[in-house]
């Protein structure tokens, strides 16, 4: 038996039609726009004015916060605009515009694709670093990463947890990361661990990645103290918290972060990131980005500097189908859909999904014929069906009660819906609101 | 047989005398002192119940209005100035005249003039679909047409248009509860002074882009150009984020900013038609019912 | 790319699951008792179940059409269902105009006066078959006798039930060994060889709907079984204490309505919990008032009265029965 976490859960069919494509750089775009809030918490402060010559890794925007990111530079070439654009949120917000010229990196990026597996950094050091690089949570949550790493007082990390699950159907950069960077995956988990202090890291991943498993397990004896574990194909695993309880069969309490139960959860992007910022001081300015869908021509996998028109992305795999109904930013369950493909790529761009025109519209929805099935399959244990009936009357303070405020937003509960009700559009509303009195009783 | 039938009516006659006895001493006991005023304001009051006011239905404000020292600061929007009168005159006080207000919808991006970028597809409501992204044309301030308000309406006043999309008050069913303008993610709709036989005139916009961007995306934004602010004689407009915006209190409905503005954002309703001078008559509302 | 495109929250995937599909599969799952039946009652159960099912979807789109004034939704089968359900609960000589009137209560009062599909509190066939079981008390307990009853609708010979047998033989003051030689064996029951409802008889063709159904995923096991085990539990002790007064455990499971009722009844989406937990607590509900019915009751069959009854506990048991949360238990360590 493989190992899974113990409630709910649904199995969308997988789709990953680019698991076999090798990772392929992107050519330049001609300019990118990079936005200064990628990550969650507070927007970056631009720290460059129009007409500025950048390089690449250059910072042009300073983290504002504990909790916000450094913005560097993907791309050399000149500051055209700090004027807001649609970017993937839907909404427009302030970005730097960058006319590229050239490809001039900073001078003290190591450029060479050697492996270097020291690190004499200290835990604070390798924190500040992280900081310093802008990097955040590369599997699509965009938290910044050094928050994540600088462990609470009075609490104490045991092992750190590497999430190389990509539960999401279609998605496969985490996927052909671990396939052609493992070597340099493997030295950022140190990295990670020395940051933490924790001995053990345990890689999991989803058993229909046999090839990354046999691969990483096989480095993995090379380094200390990593474990890499093949897990049952469950959405959604990926979770922090069914992650820790599929690995570790610990219970993260309702309402508190995985360092309560000794985990620190990072992504295999993360941890790359991590390497190439510390050991090669190249700050998080390009990323691997999937890009597929069933009636895509050459579903592929581009490593893409941050700013690039989600167009050139989608363009550079064979363009956008004729009959393309949707196109979304992250995986089908949890990511986002665009409304328009000038948005540019983000730190947190996962994948870019194209659906057909007949996939792309939902449903009409049916009256709920109470079958429980949202209640079976939430990994959380609360009951869909009940959350959003409060929320379209409106009863927040039992919504709160009902433990809506431990909603993932994983999505089973309307994938699964046999009356096609859109459950997590009215739970996730609540959420909201839930999240505003509880925040204001706080305050 | 018939002594059982006797039996049962006594017995049961028997109960209900003594459960209505105890009952009574009971209800003495547990009685509450409560002011009978309120009860004779909470019967003059609408019974809507509709929160406009500020108090959790009609009772509640009834209870606050009559413990109130200063009435002044209370109002019922559904009953207006009639109710309030004679609330006030069952206290022996008397209730100052308030303007009576209308909900104003200030967006008038029809398909037309506001061209579709997307198609939205989740679940019917505005506050849903601000979660996720600007809306479903190019201007991220306008109204999403997905009927909030409407829902939140307990007076059917406010219904959305088939044709533009938008929704429409019913100013003589609006008793200007303020529940459309909560609603509103958008922050869209504002009560306003209602205005003599319903005259008011209004910036029927509210993007705050830059004039250039606002025009791309509705052909019938204000730009702020700033031509109102300049004409106004009263001091009404004031421009601020690229929006300009007219103080109904200092208005005096002359007509001179509807004249002069270039994208026909600022609208005039229940005024009689004018003489026909301009093409761009047609751009103009017909009246808002 | 000249269509716009589409912006919706996410999940942007979806199961492909549908209300149709879930009824549809229902219906299949009911297909070998309808069979069963037919052989044993032949054109009787074919009658009575054409009339049912016809009427319930009339009723259904009539009362959606022009009384409710919205758009018919019969396309999605839960009518059909019903109507099969209700036609299972009688016998199969039931004059047709009390058929009409059972449908007409049971997606009348049962279903449409809630609000449809979806808001009703009780199980709309058993509400259809319970008041026909009170109105017309006589013609709803004369059971035609399987096989030799074929050719006939109305005029079929009749007999009783095994259960009622058995309940007016230990009220003459006969024990099981003398009852039993008038009553079927275990292995006939288990075929369906007994007088009764038309879709109630055979227990083993209900089982394979259930096999359909679990295979299907489209109910749980938890209601079933748990009211499969309160029987057995609950008469086996009984039978353990007085065997000379109490028929066995398989005696109970395998007659009257337990098999229809808690394969295919009890389970209703509507009206049946929402979680595990409460599904075991509103199974054995059945199960114990079943047996109580049955033994100690007026009627010889109590399985459409103890469904009823936790119809109206379902929402007291959502409303007290959560799921397992997660992280819950590790709250209440900490």
Not at chain 3, 9 to 32: D, I, Q, R
């Amino acid at each position: 038996m493989l190992k899974t976490f113990s409630i709910g859960g649904v199995h969308p069919p997988e789709n990953k039609f680019s698991a076999g494509s090798k990772i392929v750089a992107l050519p330049l775009p001609k300019q990118v726009s990079i936005p200064i809030a990628q990550h969650i918490g507070a927007p970056a402060t631009a720290v460059v004015a129009k007409g500025d010559k950048v390089k690449v890794g250059q910072l042009i925007a300073q983290s504002s916060g504990f909790v916000s990111a450094n913005i560097h530079s993907s791309v050399s070439g000149t500051v055209a605009s700090l004027d807001p654009i649609m970017d993937s949120t839907g909404y427009k917000r302030p970005a730097i515009t960058i006319t590229v010229e050239g490809d001039e990196w900073d001078e003290t990026i190591d450029r060479s694709t050697d492996l270097k597996v020291e690190c004499s950094l200290t835990a604070e050091e390798i924190i500040a670093k992280v900081g310093q690089s802008g990097i955040v949570g590369m599997g699509g949550a965009t938290f910044p990463s050094q928050v994540k790493l600088s462990v609470p007082k009075g609490k104490k990390a045991e092992v750190l947890i590497i999430n190389g699950v990509e539960c999401e159907p279609y998605l496969t950069s985490d996927h052909r990361v671990m396939l052609e960077m493992g070597h340099e995956l493997m030295v950022g988990i140190q990295i990670l661990k020395k940051a933490l202090g924790v001995n053990l890291a345990l890689i999991g991943i989803e058993n229909n990645k046999p090839d990354a498993i046999s691969h990483l397990a096989q480095i993995a004896t090379k380094y200390s103290g990593i474990e890499v574990h093949a897990l049952k194909v469950q959405y959604p695993q990926g979770g922090e918290k069914q992650l820790i309880k599929a690995l570790i069969n610990r219970e993260v309490p309702s309402g508190g972060l995985p360092i309560e139960v000794g985990a620190v959860v990072h992504n295999v992007g993360t941890a790359i990131a991590v390497y190439e910022a510390v050991q090669k001081n190249k700050p998080l300015f390009e990323r691997v980005v999937t890009v597929t869908g069933k009636h895509l021509a050459t579903p592929s996998n581009f490593l893409v500097r941050i700013g690039t028109p989600i167009s050139e992305v989608i363009a550079a795999a064979g363009g956008v189908p004729e009959n393309t109904g949707k196109i979304v930013n992250g995986g089908p369950m949890m990511g986002k859909a665009l409304n328009t493909i000038d948005a540019p790529v983000t730190k947190g761009t996962s994948g870019l999904i194209a659906f057909p025109a007949e996939e792309a519209k939902r449903k009409e929805a049916q009256s709920c014929v109470r079958c429980a099935k949202c209640v079976s399959v939430c990994p959380m244990g609360l009951e869909p069906y009940l959350l959003n009936r409060l929320s379209q009357k409106k009863m927040f303070e039992r919504m709160e009660h009902e433990h809506v405020l431990d909603c993932i937003e994983c999505g089973s509960c309307s994938f699964e819906c046999p009356a096609n009700l859109p459950l997590l559009d009215y739970i996730r509303l609540g959420k909201a609101e839930v999240g505003k009195i509880v925040r204001a009783r706080k305050a | 047989m018939s002594s059982v039938v006797l039996y049962t009516v006594l017995m049961l006659s028997a109960l209900g005398v003594i459960s209505a006895v105890v009952l009574y001493f009971v209800a003495q006991k547990f009685k509450v002192y409560e002011d009978p005023r309120i009860d004779e304001v909470e019967a003059v009051l609408p019974g809507a119940n509709c929160g406009g006011c500020g108090y959790p239905g009609c009772r509640g404000f009834a209870e606050a209005f009559v413990k109130a020292e200063d009435i002044s600061t209370l109002f019922c929007p559904v009953g207006g100035n009639d109710t309030m009168g004679n609330a006030a005159k069952i206290l022996g006080k008397e209730a100052a005249a308030v303007d009576p207000m209308v909900a104003v919808v200030r967006c008038a991006g029809t398909p037309e003039h506001r061209a579709k970028t997307n198609a939205y597809d989740g679940a019917k409501s505005c506050r849903i679909a601000t979660s996720l992204y600007s809306g479903d044309t190019g201007c991220q301030f306008g109204c999403l047409g997905l009927g909030d308000c409407v829902d939140v309406c307990n007076f059917d006043a406010i219904y959305i248009d088939e044709v533009t999309g938008l929704p429409v008050v019913d100013q003589d069913k609006c008793t200007a509860c303020g529940a459309c303008v909560k609603a509103c993610p958008k922050f869209i709709i504002e009560l306003r002074k209602k205005g003599p036989k319903g005259k008011r005139i209004f910036v029927s916009c509210v993007n705050k882009d830059k004039g250039g961007v606002a025009k791309k995306s509705c052909s019938v934004a204000c730009i702020g150009c700033g031509k109102c602010v300049k004409t106004c004689p009263h001091d009404a407009i004031t421009l601020e984020n690229n929006l300009a915006y007219i103080d109904f209190n200092k208005c005096k409905l002359c007509r001179k900013c509807v004249e002069v503005c270039p994208t026909n954002a600022i609208w005039e309703v229940h005024f009689p038609a004018r003489k026909p001078k301009v093409e761009d008559e047609t751009a103009q509302p017909v009246s808002e019912s | 790319m000249n269509k716009l495109l589409a912006v919706s929250p996410s999940p942007h995937v979806h199961s492909g699951e549908s209300v149709n599909k879930l009824m549809f599969n229902v219906v299949l799952a009911l297909l070998p008792a309808l069979a069963v039946s037919i052989y044993y009652f032949g054109l009787g159960a074919f009658v009575v179940t054409a009339i049912a099912v016809v009427s319930c979807l009339a009723f259904e789109f009539l009362i959606q059409k022009y009384l409710l004034k919205v758009t018919p939704s019969i396309s999605d089968g839960s009518a059909l269902v019903t109507g099969l359900l209700l036609a299972f609960n009688l016998p199969s000589n039931l004059p047709w105009w009390i058929i009409v009137i059972g449908a007409l209560v049971s997606i009348g009062i049962g279903k449409m006066s809630f609000g449809g599909l979806g808001n009703n509190p009780f199980n709309p066939a058993l509400v259809g078959r319970v008041f026909l079981l009170i109105s017309f008390p006589v013609q709803m307990t004369s059971w035609p006798l399987p096989i030799e009853s074929r050719a006939h609708y109305m005029d079929a010979l009749t007999g009783a039930t095994p259960l009622a047998l058995v309940k007016e033989g230990l009220k003459g003051g006969q024990t099981m060994s003398t009852i039993s030689e008038h009553i079927p064996n275990n292995m006939q029951l288990l075929m369906g060889s007994m007088g009764g409802s038309l879709g109630e008889i055979a227990a083993f063709a209900l089982l394979i709907g259930f096999a359909w159904l679990l295979f299907k995923k489209v109910i749980t096991w938890h209601i079933p079984v748990s009211i499969f085990v309160t029987i057995f539990a609950f008469t086996g002790i009984l039978w353990l204490i007085d065997p000379a007064h109490n028929a066995d455990p398989f005696f109970h499971l395998l007659t009257g309505g337990v098999m229809l009722g808690a394969i295919f009844m009890a389970t209703d989406y509507v009206t049946s919990p929402m979680n595990p937990k409460g599904m075991w607590i509103f199974g054995i509900g059945i199960g114990a008032l079943t047996v109580i019915i049955r033994v100690w009751g007026a009627y010889p069959e109590g399985v459409s009265f103890a469904i009823l009854i936790m119809n109206a506990f379902v929402p007291l048991i959502n409303t007290l029965v959560k799921p397992k949360r997660f992280g819950e238990e590790v709250k209440k360590n900490g």
